[in-house]
């Protein structure tokens, strides 16, 4: 079985420019999410679907970030304009619709550095 | 709101030796408890969860984890660590109640020495 995938491994910009990032997820989860892990910290919730229906943003910073899951399927996530502080791993996880026990599977995640 | 606490950064071990990752937590419901290890530019893996019934959870690679509902704590444990343990671990938690959004610890590096 194929694990979530991610891309780009490695983005590097500078502040201000905008940059993307894409996942798919493992086939048949319906459920995806979007998480910032900062360098020393666990990771943090971004943004969670439920198909192509977003079910919790509200740690997303809404001014600059924005996601979407157009088809149920792949995912966005992007930044514009991009700051100093967000600099991170953003790790996609993916699992099966809602179930208060399930798992989440993590991708390999895209290191972004912001300089 | 849910939390999550790992008191130690980091933790050495001796290979051979038992390990003990600490984890507590705070939920307003029935807590949904899980472990996740991260190895270097890899995603975090799975390795066990705490749903209900037996408080000892056994998972993957040999670890398991003992879930203390007074002490609100799930540490995770192995009897004999090995040197490829060495890695970070996160604890992590969700009120059973709620969607699924999980709150992860700050992580513990697991150091493992031969």
């Known amino acids: 079985e194929a694990g979530v995938a991610q891309s780009p491994r490695y983005k590097i910009i500078e502040k201000r420019q905008s940059v993307a990032f894409w996942c798919n997820p493992i086939s048949g989860h319906a459920t995806l999410y979007w998480y910032q892990q900062i360098l020393g910290q666990g990771p943090k919730l971004l943004i969670q679907?439920?198909?192509?229906?977003?079910?919790?943003d509200s740690q997303l910073p809404k001014d600059r970030f924005s996601a979407e899951r157009l088809k149920g399927v792949d995912s966005t996530l992007k930044i514009q304009p991009a700051k100093l502080e967000d600099s991170a791993v953003y790790l996609c996880?993916?699992?099966?619709?809602?179930?208060?026990?399930?798992?989440?599977?993590f991708g390999p995640g895209t290191r972004l550095t912001v300089l | 709101a849910q939390s999550v606490a790992q008191p130690e950064d980091q933790v050495n071990v001796a290979e051979g030796n038992p390990l003990t990752v600490k984890c507590t937590y705070s939920?307003?419901?029935?807590?949904?408890l899980f472990w996740y290890v991260q190895y270097p530019n890899r995603g975090l893996q799975f390795l066990l969860k705490y749903i209900t019934g037996d408080n000892l959870v056994k998972g993957s690679y040999g670890f398991e984890a003992e879930f203390n509902k007074s002490q609100t704590s799930f540490h995770l444990k192995k009897p004999s660590a090995l040197v490829s343990d060495s890695a970070l671990y996160f604890c992590a938690v969700r009120d059973g109640g709620a969607g699924n959004m999980l709150t992860f610890g700050g992580g513990t590096r697991l150091m493992v020495k031969p």
């Open positions: 996880a993916s699992s099966l619709p809602l179930l208060a026990a399930g798992n989440q599977f």
């Open positions: 679907f439920q198909n192509n229906g977003v079910v919790d």
């Open positions: 939920v307003s419901g029935n807590p949904y």
